[in-house]
């Protein structure tokens, strides 16, 4: 049950993520993927900020760290690729 559990709650926070940074074009295997190494990347830096999170419920606590790990991997990849826009062209 436990890898199923980190799949639904990378993919929510991948979503979130996308969402929030404009809709990168990434596909849900790879929203997934960045949802998954947001987690660990959002625990990690905020036990390095001394920071936490208390909403209410452990799995919105989880889904809103993970979520800004990814917008902190977004916003990297952005600044890798040069700001080149992958989403959708404005026809």
Do not use: E, P
């Not at 890898?3 to 790879?30: R, S």
């Amino acid at each position: 049950m436990g890898i199923v559990y980190t799949i639904i709650i990378g993919a929510i926070c991948g979503y979130i993520a996308d969402a929030l940074m404009k809709n990168n074009g990434y596909g849900l295997v790879i929203n997934i993927i960045i949802g998954i190494a947001g987690s660990y990347i959002g625990g990690w830096a905020f036990t390095q900020l001394g920071l936490t999170i208390n909403v209410g419920h452990t799995i919105l606590n989880q889904i809103i760290i993970g979520a800004v790990g990814a917008i902190i991997i977004l916003f990297i990849l952005g600044v890798i690729r040069g700001g080149r826009k992958r989403g959708r062209r404005n026809r």
